[in-house]
C-alpha cells in the first residue's frame, strides 16, 4: 500500500479520483471488447459517458478539490473522456467494417429473382379460337354472339329440325328445367347443341348482306374418347343476292391454307343437315402426311388413318325453310352456312392426339403450349 500519511486530504482525494477514473478506463476497453453491435456501443456511452454515467459522475466530485489539482484532474478527465470517445469510435468503425465484409461475402442467388412471377397463359382452345376470329376478320367477317342457354324454337324449329327429328332426342340434348321443375322439351329451353342457333339471330335482327362467324360453347349428350359433352364450334353465314357455293368453296380453301399455312387441298361429301340444301360436309386434305402424297400415302398415319383426309365439319347453301323462318325472302336471297369443331382444329394445330386432355386442366399439358 502506498503510504499517504503525508499527503494533505485533498491531495488523497485527487488520487483518489485519478484512479477511479482509470479503473473505469480499464473496464470500459473491456467493455469495448465485447460491444458486437451498435446498440452495444451506445449502451457503453450512455453507462460512461451519459449525463449519470460512471466516467460523467466522477468529474462531478471536482469540487472537492484545490485548484492546482482541478486542473490537474481536469486535464486527465478531459484526456480520458476523450480516449473514450475515440475507443468508441474505432470500435464503431471496426464493427462496419465486419458488417461490410459480411454483406459483400454473402452469396446473392440472382436466379430467384430472375425467375420472376408466374404467369398463366392462354389456352390452346382460347388461341386457335383468336386465330380463327383473325383469319375470318381479315376476309370482312364479323363476329357474332348467342346464349348458351338457348330456346328450342331457335336451336332446332327455325333451322328446320322439326319435332321428331333424332338430334331432337333426349340422348343428344341437355333440357333446361324451368321453375317449376318441368324438364324435357316441355320447357322449349336447351343448351344450345350448336352454334346455328346464332345464324337464327343474326338474321332475325338484320338484313342482307349479312356476313358473320359465331364461334362458342356449345353442349351434347355425348362422352366418349373423340366427343366431349362440352366442346366448341365456329359457325359462318354469308347471305346476301345471288350467293353461291363456289363462294363457300372459295372462302373455306382460303382459310384452310391461312390456318395450315398451306395450300392444302378441300373436297365436298354430299350430306344432309335439315338446315341447307345442298348440305355437304367438307374435308381438309391431312395436314399431317400430305408430304407422302408423291409417296403414296402412309398408311400408319395416325390422324387420317391413310385415307389422306381430315373432316372438318358441315355445310351448305341455307335452306328456303330457314330464310322463311327467319323473315327473308328465299326468293331473293341466298346464302351459305358452315359449322365445325374448333377443338378439333386446335388437335391438329398443335398435333394433340385427344380431345378431352384439353378440358382436364392438368398444367403439365398445358404449361407445354406457353405462349
Ligand atoms: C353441326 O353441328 C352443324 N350445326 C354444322 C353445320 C353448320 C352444318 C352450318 C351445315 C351448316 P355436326 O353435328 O356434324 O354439325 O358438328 C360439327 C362438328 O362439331 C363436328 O365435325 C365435330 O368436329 C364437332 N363435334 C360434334 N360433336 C362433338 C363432341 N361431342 N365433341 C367434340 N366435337 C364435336
Not at 482525494?13 to 456501443?41: H, I
Amino acid at each position: 500500500m502506498p503510504d499517504n500519511s503525508n499527503e494533505s486530504p485533498a491531495t488523497g482525494a485527487a488520487s483518489q479520483l485519478a484512479a477511479q477514473l482509470d479503473e473505469q478506463l480499464a473496464s470500459f476497453k473491456s467493455d469495448l471488447e465485447s460491444a458486437t453491435d451498435e446498440a452495444g456501443l451506445y449502451d457503453l456511452q450512455v453507462r460512461y459517458l451519459g449525463k449519470k454515467g460512471s466516467v460523467s459522475l466522477l468529474r462531478r466530485q471536482m469540487g472537492k478539490l484545490s485548484p492546482d489539482e482541478k486542473k490537474l484532474f481536469g486535464q486527465r478527465f478531459n484526456a480520458i473522456k476523450g480516449e473514450l470517445e475515440a475507443g468508441l469510435e474505432a470500435r464503431r468503425a471496426e464493427l462496419d467494417a465486419i458488417a461490410r465484409e459480411a454483406e459483400l461475402a454473402r452469396r446473392v442467388d440472382l436466379s430467384a429473382v430472375l425467375r420472376g412471377p408466374e404467369v398463366g397463359t392462354l389456352h390452346p382452345i382460347t388461341r386457335t379460337w383468336r386465330r380463327l376470329e383473325e383469319i375470318f376478320g381479315a376476309l370482312g367477317f364479323d363476329v357474332a354472339d348467342g346464349p348458351h342457354v338457348e330456346s328450342a324454337d331457335y336451336n332446332f324449329d327455325r333451322l328446320n329440325i322439326l319435332p321428331g327429328h333424332p338430334a331432337r332426342d333426349m340422348q343428344d340434348t341437355f333440357f333446361v328445367r324451368d321453375r317449376e321443375g318441368r324438364g324435357g322439351e316441355e320447357t322449349g329451353l336447351v343448351l344450345r347443341t350448336h352454334t346455328s342457333p346464332v345464324q337464327v339471330r343474326t338474321m332475325l335482327g338484320q338484313k342482307p348482306p349479312i356476313r358473320i362467324i359465331a364461334p362458342g360453347t356449345v353442349f351434347r349428350r355425348d362422352d366418349d374418347a373423340t366427343h366431349s359433352p362440352m366442346f366448341h364450334q365456329i359457325e359462318g353465314l354469308y347471305v346476301d343476292e345471288g350467293v353461291t357455293m363456289a363462294d363457300l368453296k372459295a372462302t373455306l380453301y382460303r382459310f384452310v391454307g391461312e390456318f395450315f399455312g398451306d395450300a392444302l387441298a378441300l373436297r365436298f361429301r354430299p350430306s344432309y343437315f335439315p338446315f341447307v340444301e345442298p348440305g355437304a360436309e367438307f374435308d381438309v386434305e391431312c395436314v399431317f402426311c400430305k408430304k407422302d402424297r408423291d409417296a403414296g400415302r402412309s398408311a400408319s398415319c395416325s390422324v387420317c388413318k391413310g385415307s389422306g383426309w381430315i373432316e372438318l365439319g358441315g355445310s351448305g347453301m341455307v335452306h328456303p325453310a330457314v330464310f322463311e323462318a327467319c323473315g327473308l325472302d328465299p326468293e331473293r336471297y341466298t346464302g351459305w352456312a358452315f359449322g365445325f369443331g374448333i377443338d378439333r382444329m386446335a388437335m391438329l394445330r398443335y398435333g394433340v392426339p385427344h380431345l378431352r386432355i384439353f378440358f382436364e386442366g392438368d398444367l403439365r399439358f398445358l404449361e407445354q403450349y406457353p405462349c
